[in-house]
């Protein structure tokens, strides 16, 4: 299972492209040796049905999936307790134990031990994926934190209690809908705290499992250990979710192309042996070199980062330039956002203040409002990373509290671009 995960959301680039452009990109995946496609409906960001960004967000979803489909590759749907914001405050779960703060406790969960909690999440997936059936759906993920998860005392420990019974109950309703389909139950984060939830998801599957395809397993940091020392819940196949996005540069796609040619091959060389495929958590294009190395490990275990790299530039630029040196890549993922702060600065230095107002503003007036809202998010976003470019020169964790608030506003965005216009 060759995969790769769109995570389509804050007006990212897999949230705003066009059907061409969409295909065209899962095209070049598909030749790097990608077979399904995974995605998610936000839930997290949404009112209900009725809010006027459910809609839209369904075609995206569509587009996606329907891209997929036309290049030969499989589509893959994720799912769990996190429902609209609109969802009843009685059937909220009871928030996550999380001393570590990797769980998280945000969107509406709901508690799957309440009948009536139940009965939303089921009632509400099975919506979902009723608006795909001309599409069809392949693969079911079911998720268990990040976001996810019920605390209360019913449902604990949550990976091997409340959220099995609710995967299983949720993979019953997919697969009344997609007969066909194939059930992926994550691991995310277990053990961390609280423990004993991979002991204890192995002795539940040990009991009887008809349901359950394939084991998904991965971390924030080095890959899960239990899988590595013990046999894999189930005895079923087991892939993983390498995080390619974020790893040492914050905040995600502030920063331009983001290299990880070292530490993806150390997680390769954790785990390799006993994978079989798995899904990259992807924020966006910018990272498109770390898909092609993790397509690669997928396609052949036996390759490696370096020998990826090599056919990646003689693939992008010319097979001329293949075999030059590269640059240290442990420096390039040390210094990611410290370079491109450089750069940039070093840039903007070159445009008078008059001069780079114009330039925005003739590029401002052509966009519509949610492009001038991504702009925006783009500009925050890299003025964190760059310290000297704020104004009063202050710590770089001031300029990232300023980049929350800003970005935590479309309508103050909007408003800025207007004055720019202006």
């Not at 995960?5 to 899962?26: D, V």
């Not at 969960?109 to 392949?138: F, N, Q």
């Not at 609710?166 to 691991?187: C, Y």
Request: charged content about 20%; hydrophobic content about 40%.
């Amino acid at each position: 299972m060759r995969g790769v995960y769109f995570a389509s959301h804050f007006h990212n680039w897999y949230h705003l492209a066009e059907g061409e452009e969409i295909s065209r990109y899962i095209e070049d995946l598909a030749l790097w040796g990608v077979n399904t496609l995974m995605a998610i409906y936000p839930f997290i960001n949404l009112q209900g049905w009725d809010d006027p960004e459910a809609t839209p967000a369904v075609t995206q979803l569509r587009k996606l999936f329907s891209a997929a489909k036309r290049v030969g590759l499989s589509t893959t749907l994720g799912l769990n307790n996190v429902l609209f914001n609109d969802a009843p405050h009685e059937l909220r779960a009871t928030p996550l134990q999380d001393p570590l703060g990797r769980h998280g406790n945000s969107g509406a969960t709901i508690c799957p031990s309440l009948p009536a909690g139940r009965d939303l999440i089921m009632k509400t997936s099975a919506e979902l994926l009723g608006k795909l059936t001309d599409i069809g759906v392949d693969n079911l993920i079911l998720w268990p934190y990040d976001e996810g998860g019920c605390g209360c005392s019913n449902c604990r420990p949550w990976g091997a209690n409340g959220f099995v019974r609710m995967s299983q109950d949720i993979a019953g309703v997919a697969r009344s809908i997609f007969p066909r389909v194939k059930t992926i139950l994550s691991t995310w984060t277990f053990d961390t705290p609280p423990e004993g939830e991979w002991a204890g998801l192995a002795d539940a599957l040990s009991r009887g499992n008809d349901w359950a395809d394939y084991i998904l397993a991965d971390a924030h940091e080095d890959f899960p250990r239990y899988p590595l020392e013990n046999a894999v819940p189930g005895n079923l196949p087991l892939i993983n979710f390498p995080e390619i996005s974020m790893w040492g540069n914050w905040p995600w796609g502030g920063c331009g192309a983001h290299p990880l040619p070292n530490r993806l091959q150390h997680l390769w060389n954790q785990a390799g042996a006993v994978l079989r495929g798995g899904f990259p958590y992807s924020e966006g294009i910018y990272e498109d070199i770390n898909k092609a190395i993790v397509a690669q490990f997928y396609w052949n275990p036996d390759s490696s980062a370096q020998s990826t790299l090599r056919e990646y530039a003689a693939f992008e630029y010319s097979p001329a330039v293949a075999d030059m040196p590269f640059p240290d890549a442990g420096n390039v993922e040390i210094r990611g956002c410290q370079y491109v702060s450089e750069q940039i600065t070093a840039l903007l230095k070159t445009f008078a203040q008059e001069e780079l107002v114009s330039i925005l503003r003739d590029f401002l007036r052509d966009q519509g409002a949610q492009q001038q809202i991504a702009f925006f998010d783009l500009i925050f976003t890299t003025a964190t990373c760059i310290a000297p470019m704020c104004a009063s020169r202050r710590s770089e964790t001031n300029c990232a509290g300023n980049w929350k608030v800003l970005r935590g506003g479309n309508e103050l965005q909007l408003e800025f671009a207007h004055v720019i216009i202006a």
